[in-house]
C-alpha cells in the first residue's frame, strides 16, 4: 500500500467549521456569525477611498507599526507590548507553536471556542479541555499540565463573562501561558486588560471582526509582556498585514466613538430579544457579547427550531455537538432583523 503524503495527523483532523455563508440569489437574515449589523466607521470607507493602487506595488511595513503605535496608545503600554495579526485566530495559532512543547498540552474551557482543540490537532498535541460548571458557570481550571490555556471572555458560544476575580487569581497561579481571548469584550462590561500589563505570563487579544464592523478585513491583537510578544515576532508571517488592512484598522480606531454607538444600540436590541425570548419560554442566558445562547422551549428541539427559521428566510447559529445540541446561539442585528426574528418565532411556537 502507498504511504500517505499526509500527516497522519492532519488526515484525521476535523476542521473548524464556520457559519454558513449563504451564496445564490435567495436572501436571508444572517443571525449566525456575530457580524456587527451595522457598516464599519466613515473614516475607514474615506480611507479605502484614499488608498492608491500604485502603493499595493510595495510591501507593506513589516511590523504594522503605525498600528500597533495606535493600539499601545489605546491600553496605556508600550509599542514593544503589543503585536499585530491576521485576525485574532492568527495570534491563537502562533501561542500554540510559541509557547507549546511538541509533548506539550493545549487547555481551554469546555464549551468554548471550538477552534482551540483544532489549532492543538494541527501542532499535534495533547489538549486538556475543562468542564465549565453549572450552567456553564466559571470552574477553575488547573494551573498545571498544560503550557497554554485559551481563556474566552466573554465566553463563546456561551455569551457570559467570567468573574474579573476569578480569572485574575487563575492567571497568578497558573505556570504556563494564559491567552485572554476578548472578542466580544466591547459587548461587556468588564475587561481583562490590566492583567496583561501586571503579568507575564498573560496576553490578551482582542479583534476588529465584532465591534468595529471589519469581519472581512481580518485584523486582530494582543498585548503582554514584550517577551511574549517577541516569541509571536519571531513565528510570524514576514508580511502578515498587508497594507490595505493595516490601513483600515488604523483609521477603524481614530473612531472609538462611532464603534461605542453601534455597540450601545446592538446592546439595546440584545436586551429586547432576551426579553422576548424568555417570554416565550425560552431558557436565556446572561449575555455580554453581540449575540444570545439560548435553549427553545418544550415542544421544539433547537434542530427543529433552526429548521424552521431557515425556511422563513433566517439563520441562526445551531452546534450539534453533545450537550450543545439543545442550545441555539443567535447574533443580534438591527431593529428590523429583530422584529423579524421575534415574528418568526412567535409563528412557529404558534405552529
Known amino acids: 500500500m502507498k504511504k500517505s503524503l499526509v500527516r497522519a495527523s492532519v488526515q484525521s483532523l476535523h476542521a473548524y467549521v464556520p457559519g454558513e455563508q449563504p451564496a445564490g440569489e435567495r436572501k436571508f437574515i444572517k443571525l449566525n456569525t456575530n457580524e456587527n449589523p451595522y457598516p464599519p466607521s466613515p473614516k475607514v470607507d474615506a480611507a479605502l477611498r484614499g488608498l492608491s493602487a500604485e502603493t499595493l506595488r510595495l ?3 513589516p511590523a504594522a507599526d503605525a498600528l500597533r503605535r495606535r493600539i499601545a496608545a489605546m491600553h496605556a503600554c508600550g509599542v514593544e507590548h503589543v503585536f499585530a495579526g491576521n485576525g485574532s485566530d492568527e495570534v491563537l495559532a502562533l501561542c500554540t507553536r510559541a509557547f507549546v512543547e511538541n509533548d506539550g498540552c493545549i487547555g481551554y474551557f469546555e ?6 482543540p483544532v489549532l492543538a490537532a494541527i501542532r ?5 479541555p475543562v468542564a465549565l460548571g453549572q450552567g456553564f458557570s466559571w470552574q477553575t481550571p488547573p494551573v498545571e499540565g498544560s503550557g497554554l490555556f485559551f481563556l474566552t471572555n466573554p465566553n463563546a458560544p456561551t ?5 474579573p476575580e476569578a480569572i485574575e487569581a487563575f492567571c497568578a497561579s497558573y505556570r504556563g501561558v494564559v491567552l485572554i481571548d476578548e472578542a466580544y469584550v466591547d459587548f461587556a462590561e468588564s475587561d481583562c486588560m490590566a492583567l496583561a500589563r501586571r503579568y507575564d505570563n498573560v496576553l490578551v487579544s482582542r479583534t476588529l471582526s465584532k465591534s468595529y464592523s471589519l469581519a472581512g478585513l481580518r485584523v486582530g491583537y494582543c498585548v503582554g509582556a514584550p517577551a511574549l510578544i517577541e516569541a509571536l515576532n519571531k ?6 498585514l498587508d497594507r490595505v488592512a493595516q490601513t483600515l484598522a488604523l483609521a477603524a480606531l481614530e473612531d472609538v466613538d462611532y464603534m461605542r454607538r453601534n455597540v450601545a444600540l446592538i446592546k439595546t436590541q440584545r436586551d429586547r430579544l432576551g426579553s422576548a425570548l424568555a417570554g ?11 449575540f444570545i445562547w439560548t435553549k427553545p422551549p418544550e415542544g421544539i428541539t433547537a434542530v427543529d427550531y433552526v429548521a424552521a427559521l431557515r425556511e422563513r428566510g433566517i439563520l441562526i447559529r445551531y452546534f450539534p455537538q453533545g450537550e ?3 442550545y441555539v446561539r443567535i447574533t443580534i442585528g438591527t431593529p428590523g432583523e429583530m422584529t423579524a426574528l421575534i415574528a418568526a418565532t412567535e409563528a412557529i411556537l404558534a405552529g
Open 59 to 61: 510591501y507593506p511595513p
Open 111 to 116: 464549551p468554548s471556542y471550538s477552534l482551540y
Open 124 to 128: 499535534d498535541v495533547r489538549t486538556m
Open 159 to 163: 455569551g457570559m463573562a467570567f468573574p
Open 235 to 240: 513565528l510570524k508571517d514576514s508580511y502578515n
Open 280 to 290: 416565550a419560554g425560552f431558557d436565556v442566558f446572561a449575555s455580554e457579547t453581540n
Open 324 to 326: 450543545l445540541a439543545r
